[in-house]
């Protein structure tokens, strides 16, 4: 016999502190707790980003979001392409071909 490996150690480790951790992480306080850190998450990244943006402004520069608000135009745009293309392919199968004899 050996010494133990890994897995022998993990499990060793989840047996003593699984039922803790999901009691925890199944309390109200938990998740009272996870919804306030998503908040503040969600109010520094909007801060940073502002903040960030106008920097980059000033440089005359484009923001993050400007990139990102870019791309969004460029798929709206191509899926309406793709979709035109598809309906154009359609209605010339329809139309009978004139220089078929």
């Not at 520094?44 to 943006?53: D, E, I, L, S, W």
């Not at 793709?82 to 004139?98: I, N, S, Y």
Request: glycine share 8%.
């Amino acid at each position: 016999m050996g010494l133990p490996g890994p897995r022998d150690l993990y499990d060793k480790v989840e047996k003593a502190a699984g039922p803790r951790a999901r009691e925890v992480t199944h309390s109200d306080q938990f998740a009272q707790a996870a919804s306030v850190v998503a908040g503040l998450n969600h109010f520094v990244r909007g801060r940073v980003n502002r903040v960030a943006a106008k920097a980059w402004h000033t440089l005359n520069l484009p923001a993050g979001t400007d990139v990102q608000k870019l791309n969004n135009r460029l798929g709206a745009l191509d899926r309406q392409v793709r979709l035109l293309t598809m309906e154009l392919e359609r209605e010339r199968g329809k139309a009978p071909r004139k220089d078929a004899d």
